[in-house]
Nanobody, 125 residues
Framework: QVQLVESGGGLVQAGGSLRLSCAAS????????MGWFRQAPGKEREFVAA????????YYADSVKGRFTISRDNAKNTVYLQMNSLKPEDTAVYYC??????????????????WGQGTQVTVSS
């Protein structure tokens, strides 16, 4: 079992930045692909970004490419999402997740085995 706990969410003005963290316990994260997803009010949860187990490969949704950066520190069992140039449409609950599947499935929600409880990000205009 892997327990994931997100932190770092909050209220920020448009154009601002936030850094989300996802701390894991129970097992080392180094064997898992890690992903960030988000769910806005009234919308389905969507893929944001993923990072390979070693950290050498990343993948982003088009909506966040160039603004968000996913990274990981396997020694600290932690994954990060640096969010810059935030827009009101980035407002959502952000979830951290861990997958034991192959990289080709990284953008798919059903590829992930473990999920955090989520952290709220609100971007005001």
């Amino acid at each position: 079992q892997v327990q994931l706990v997100e932190s770092g969410g909050g209220l920020v003005q448009a154009g601002g930045s936030l850094r989300l963290s996802c701390a894991a316990s129970g097992r080392t994260l180094s064997r898992y692909i890690m992903g960030w997803f988000r769910q806005a009010p009234g919308k389905e949860r969507e893929f944001v970004a993923a990072i390979s187990s070693s950290g050498g490969i990343t993948y982003y949704a088009d909506s966040v490419k160039g603004r968000f950066t996913i990274s990981r520190d396997n020694a600290k069992n932690t994954v990060y999402l640096q969010m810059n140039s935030l827009k009101p449409e980035d407002t959502a609950v952000y979830y951290c997740s861990a997958s034991s599947r192959v990289w080709a499935y990284a953008p798919r929600q059903n590829a992930y085995d473990y999920w955090g409880q989520g952290t709220q990000v609100t971007v005001s205009s």
